[in-house]
Nanobody, 119 residues
Framework: QVQLVESGGGLVQAGGSLNLSCAAS???????MGWYRQAPGKQRELVAT???????VYADSVKGRFTISRDNAKNTLYLQMNSLKYEDTADYYC??????????????WGQGILVIVSS
């Protein structure tokens, strides 16, 4: 089992930047890692993912502003968030996912961290 702990959230003005980190209790090398977010009253949504081969996918709403990266040696996932907007306000969650078979996968979530962007 992998435990994930997010850090780096907080309050920032619109146009500002934050860098989120997700520290894992064990190796993340086999996992596709991702960031998700959930705003008040809304469903959790994908922000960005990065595969074991460093292939990245971004939500349209964050393309060009957010950058996901991973450091397997440090068992850490990052999300650099630039040009933040009020609508980026949400709880941000770290995810680790590894498909074992078509019917079984390993999936772990962090506890979430709050990002508030003031307008």
């Amino acid at each position: 089992q992998v435990q994930l702990v997010e850090s780096g959230g907080g309050l920032v003005q619109a146009g500002g930047s934050l860098n989120l980190s997700c520290a894992a209790s064990g190796s993340i090398s086999i996992y596709t890692m991702g960031w998700y977010r959930q705003a008040p009253g809304k469903q959790r949504e994908l922000v960005a993912t990065i595969t074991t081969d460093d292939y990245t996918v971004y939500a349209d709403s964050v393309k060009g502003r957010f950058t996901i990266s991973r450091d397997n040696a440090k068992n850490t996932l990052y999300l650099q968030m630039n040009s933040l907007k009020y609508e980026d306000t949400a709880d941000y969650y770290c995810n680790a996912h590894h498909t074992i078979t078509t019917d079984y996968a390993l999936a772990y979530w962090g506890q979430g961290i709050l990002v508030i962007v003031s307008s």
